[in-house]
T-cell receptor
C-alpha cells in the first residue's frame, strides 16, 4: 500500500516567519497524528484527528501552532510565528487498527 | 504519568555481534509495547509489538523482544547484527487507546 506522504521534506525559515506542512495519510485511515521530533528526543504527539475532528491536542502550543483536517483526509500543520525552538522534524502518521504508519517527516530549521 | 525510558542513548557494536537495546516502562494495568526503527532520512517503521499473549515477540529483520512484567522491561535483541541495522530505535507504549508515548531513542552503530 502507498505510504504516508508529507511535504516539503525540508524547510528553512527565519524566526517569526510562518510555515505550513502538508500530510496525505494512507487511504481509508481515519486516524491521523502530527508528532514533533526534536533532535535527541523521541517523537512527541502534537495533535490527533479522528476523521476531521480533533481527539487530542493537549500538547499543541495553540498560541502559535494550528492544524486542520477539513475533509477528513489531508491535513496541514501551521506554525505562526515560528521560534528557534520549533526546529525539529514534524512527522505525520495514520493508523490502521493497532499499527501506525509514519511519513518521512518535514525537517524544519528556524534560524 | 506514563513513561518510557531507553537506558542507552548510543550503542556501538561490531558486525555479527549480538545486541540488546534496553527499554523500561512505567507500570500500568494494561500496556501495549512497540519497537520502531528509524533509518536515516526515513520515517519510523514498526519492528514488533506486544499486545498480549506470549512474552517473547518476534519482529522483522531478525529482531525480537521480551516483555517482562515484573521488571517492567521490553528489551530488544538481535543475535547477529548487520551494517544495515545502523539506525535509531524507539521503544514506545500505548495505554490501550490510540496515544503512543515514545522513549528518547537509542542510536545503534554497527561497525565492520
Amino acid at each position: 500500500e502507498a505510504g504516508v506522504a508529507q511535504s516539503p521534506r525540508y524547510k528553512i525559515i527565519e524566526k517569526r516567519q510562518s510555515v505550513a506542512f502538508w500530510c496525505n495519510p494512507i487511504s481509508g485511515h481515519a486516524t491521523l497524528y502530527w508528532y514533533q521530533q526534536i533532535l535527541g528526543q523521541g517523537p512527541k504527539l502534537l495533535i490527533q484527528f479522528q476523521n476531521n475532528g480533533v481527539v487530542d491536542d493537549s500538547q499543541l502550543p495553540k498560541d502559535r501552532f494550528s492544524a486542520e483536517r477539513l475533509k477528513g483526509v489531508d491535513s496541514t500543520l501551521k506554525i505562526q510565528p515560528a521560534k528557534l525552538e520549533d526546529s525539529a522534524v514534524y512527522l505525520c502518521a495514520s493508523r490502521s487498527l493497532e499499527k501506525a504508519f509514519f511519513g518521512q517527516g518535514t525537517r524544519l530549521t528556524v534560524v | 504519568a506514563q513513561s518510557v525510558t531507553q537506558l542507552d542513548s548510543q550503542v556501538p557494536v561490531f558486525e555479527e555481534a549480538p545486541v540488546e537495546l534496553r527499554c523500561n516502562y512505567s507500570s500500568s494495568v494494561s500496556v501495549y509495547l512497540f519497537w520502531y526503527v528509524q533509518y536515516p532520512n526515513q520515517g519510523l517503521q514498526l519492528l514488533l509489538k506486544y499486545l498480549s499473549g506470549s512474552t517473547l515477540v518476534k519482529g522483522i529483520n531478525g529482531f525480537e523482544a521480551e516483555f517482562n512484567k515484573s521488571q517492567t522491561s521490553f528489551h530488544l535483541r538481535k543475535p547477529s547484527v548487520h551494517i544495515s541495522d545502523t539506525a535509531e530505535y524507539f521503544c514506545a507504549r500505548g495505554p490501550g487507546g490510540f496515544k503512543t508515548i515514545f522513549g528518547a531513542g537509542t542510536r545503534l552503530f554497527v561497525k565492520a
